[in-house]
């Protein structure tokens, strides 16, 4: 119950096209879910959350879309580009991000120029 | 710029020694981080709940007597990994939350990558 299940597992985007990474939960105590970007070597940074009370939401180029009564939630990364070439990690986790956090399995997004 | 930092972000030791990573948190105060283990092309692994000022919680299957966690402040916490083996080498980070206990934001540090030879 407190998985949550990320794919794809890679993703191949060209350059402008749309990349899109999902994410299935069961614990419906979750109420915050971010979404982290992670390089080679790096630790993961914090790129846009959402809480359950909202549909979706928007930052730039990045879009959570969330379905509540589905229990999934999606990124979105609108115009891919080659520098967007990471790992991406959705998450969930009780009582905000105070909690510790459930990760997902990760996606390995590359861009094509 | 970074709000939690790690360190060493490199360390290589031989079998059998204990190895020390600090995180800290730059700019605000902590009074709970966490520590992760990533193994390569894998997801973060929650080892433990660094506490300050009381016992660190462990996830089932870490062992808490080989990572010795200590929450000496409420911006330094540190993972003592001991008698380190092969196995044990891993990237290591930890996460802090901003603002304490209504805060939405969890920082992670750099990571810390650990070679036990």
């Known amino acids: 119950q407190q998985q949550v299940k990320q794919s794809p597992q890679s993703l191949i985007v060209q350059k402008g096209g749309i990349s899109i990474i999902n994410c299935a939960y069961e614990?419906?105590?979750?109420?915050?879910f971010p979404w982290y970007q992670q390089f080679p070597g790096k630790g993961p940074a914090l790129l846009i959350a959402?809480?359950?009370?909202?549909s979706e939401k928007k930052e730039g180029r990045f879009t959570i879309s969330f379905n509540k009564s589905a229990k999934q939630f999606s990124l979105h990364i609108m115009d891919s580009q080659p520098g967007d070439s990471a790992t991406y990690f959705c998450?969930?986790?009780?009582?905000?991000?105070?909690?510790?956090?459930?990760f997902g399995q990760g996606t390995r997004l590359t861009i094509n120029p | 710029g970074a709000v939690v930092s790690q360190h060493p972000s490199r360390v290589i030791c031989k079998s059998g020694t204990s190895v020390k990573i600090e995180c800290r948190s730059l700019?605000?105060?902590?009074?709970?981080m966490f520590w992760y283990r990533q193994f390569p092309k894998q997801s973060l692994m929650l080892m433990a709940t660094?506490?300050?000022?009381?016992?660190?919680?462990?996830e089932q299957g870490v062992e808490k007597d080989k990572f010795l966690i200590n929450h000496a402040s409420l911006t330094l916490s540190t993972l003592t990994v001991t008698s380190a083996h092969p196995e044990d080498s891993s990237f290591y980070i930890c996460?802090?939350?901003?603002?304490?206990?209504?805060?939405?934001?969890?920082?992670f540090g750099p990571g810390t990558r650990l070679t036990v030879l």
């Open positions: 614990n419906t105590a979750f109420d915050y």
């Open positions: 998450a969930a986790s009780v009582d905000q991000g105070a909690q510790k956090l459930v």
């Open positions: 959402i809480r359950p009370d909202v």
């Open positions: 700019d605000f105060q902590a009074t709970t």
């Open positions: 996460s802090a939350p901003r603002g304490g206990i209504s805060t939405d934001t969890q920082y």
């Open positions: 660094s506490n300050e000022g009381s016992k660190a919680t462990y």
